[in-house]
Every structure is written in structure tokens, then in C-alpha cells.
């Protein structure tokens, strides 16, 4: 995925994006 997480590493889909808390 794209997102990025509080740490700033990628995530994927599916998973919380740190601080904005979204989920897709």
C-alpha cells in the first residue's frame, strides 16, 4: 500500500494510517 503509518513505512491496505486514524 501507499498509506504511510506514524513510523512513516508503508502500509498496506487494510491497515490504520498512524495518525490520521483512517482505514480503508
Known amino acids: 500500500g ?3 503509518d506514524e513510523s512513516g ?3 498496506p491496505v487494510g ?3 498512524g ?3 483512517l482505514q480503508l
Open 2 to 4: 501507499d498509506l504511510l
Open 15 to 17: 491497515k490504520t494510517t
Open 9 to 11: 513505512m508503508p502500509t
Open 19 to 21: 495518525n490520521l486514524g
